[in-house]
């Protein structure tokens, strides 16, 4: 998994609000093997023409520069909706390190900071603030340091943010659960060996 440290990086805002999981990888693509075709399934039906496949141009990521984006900032309640991983797997192929918004759905929140995919949650107004001023200045860029806990907007200000403490150790070194796991084997195979001698009785 790719640690996430410090991530600088042209931002795109989606003001959309209760954006599901459905929403962000259509449930008939949840059977296709995890490939490069990935990026494609992602917001599939926000951005494609039902008939023809053409892209909409009025959906923000098939603008420039914003297709080229890899921070979201959204509105309330994104990834609501089914408990699908996939929704994390679309957008990190789509190349999103990270989305911000004022609350999320509780299993995408989950699923994303396990997959080495970061959710920031900060106040409405300033996720409203946010996607303003990337309105107004396309292509600008936002800041994420999850040392510090820390969102620098394109104005400069900055925002601080929460994250659980496993989380951010997992993150800051991109390790999954059974990669945390793996850290203290030597100490399970102390206690196997150990358990084992103590308890011969129990036989081989």
């Known amino acids: 998994m790719q640690p996430f440290t410090t991530v600088t990086a ?21 059977k296709r093997p995890k490939d490069e075709r990935y990026a494609v399934y992602l917001f599939h039906d926000l951005r494609f023409e039902e008939e023809g496949g053409a892209e909409r141009p009025d959906f923000i990521l098939n603008a420039e520069p914003w297709r080229r ?19 994390v797997y679309a957008l990190m192929a789509g190349g999103f390190r990270a989305v911000i918004a004022p609350s ?7 699923n994303s900071l396990k997959n080495g ?27 994420i340091d999850l040392e510090t806990q820390t969102v620098t907007a394109p ?29 203290y084997q030597q100490e399970i195979e102390a206690f196997e060996a150990r358990r084992k001698e103590e308890m011969r009785w129990l036989g081989a």
Do not use: W
Request: glycine share 8%.
């Open 10 to 30: 042209l931002a795109a805002p989606l003001d959309m609000p209760n954006v599901d999981t459905d929403q962000i990888i259509p449930a008939r693509f949840l």
């Open 69 to 87: 984006a890899q921070i979201l900032v959204a509105d309330r309640n994104f990834g609501c909706g089914s408990s699908r991983e996939s929704a």
């Open 104 to 110: 999320f759905g509780d299993i995408f929140y989950n």
């Open 117 to 143: 995919f970061l959710p920031i949650q900060l106040e409405a107004a300033v996720c409203a603030d946010l996607r303003r001023q990337l309105h107004a200045a396309p292509g600008a860029g936002i800041a």
């Open 155 to 183: 104005d400069g200000r900055q925002h601080g943010f929460d994250v659980h403490p496993f989380a951010k150790y997992c993150l800051l070194r991109g390790l999954d659960d059974i990669q945390f796991t793996l850290e």
